[in-house]
């Protein structure tokens, strides 16, 4: 059974900096692509970032371009999202996902495994 736990959200204020952790298990976690979603109150669950198997190809939502990096260390079956210039806008519960597939997506329905997700909080 494959588990995502996240860690590292919490409160920062606009323009400060967090972390995000998505530590892996129950499968071999190098061999797939994964990904970063979050959800605000009241809306949708977006994409924000993914990532190759390998980490050489990345993908990022426009709202994050330049902010976001996400990166993975497949010996440590972990995937991070360093955000940078936080602003309100990013207030959200942040979601670690992974795939079955080997092709990177940015699309809530094509990840079949979710974490429980972390909140982060950008004050003004």
């Known amino acids: 059974q494959v588990q995502l736990v996240e860690s590292g959200g919490g409160l920062v204020q606009a323009g400060g900096s967090l972390r995000l952790s998505c530590a892996a298990s129950?499968?071999?976690?190098?061999?797939?692509?994964m990904g970063w979603f979050r959800q605000a109150p009241g809306k949708e669950r977006d994409f924000v970032a993914a990532?190759?198997?390998?980490?050489?190809?990345?993908y990022y939502a426009d709202s994050v371009k330049g902010r976001f990096t996400i990166s993975r260390d497949n010996a440590k079956n972990t995937v991070y999202l360093q955000m940078n210039s936080l602003q309100p806008e990013d207030t959200a519960v942040y979601y670690c996902?992974?795939?079955?597939?080997?092709?990177?997506?940015?699309?809530?329905?094509?990840?079949?495994?979710w974490g429980q997700g972390t909140q982060v909080t950008v004050s003004s």
């Open positions: 129950g499968r071999t976690f190098s061999r797939y692509p």
């Open positions: 990532i190759n198997w390998s980490g050489g190809d990345t």
């Open positions: 996902a992974g795939t079955s597939g080997s092709v990177v997506r940015t699309t809530t329905r094509r990840y079949d495994y």
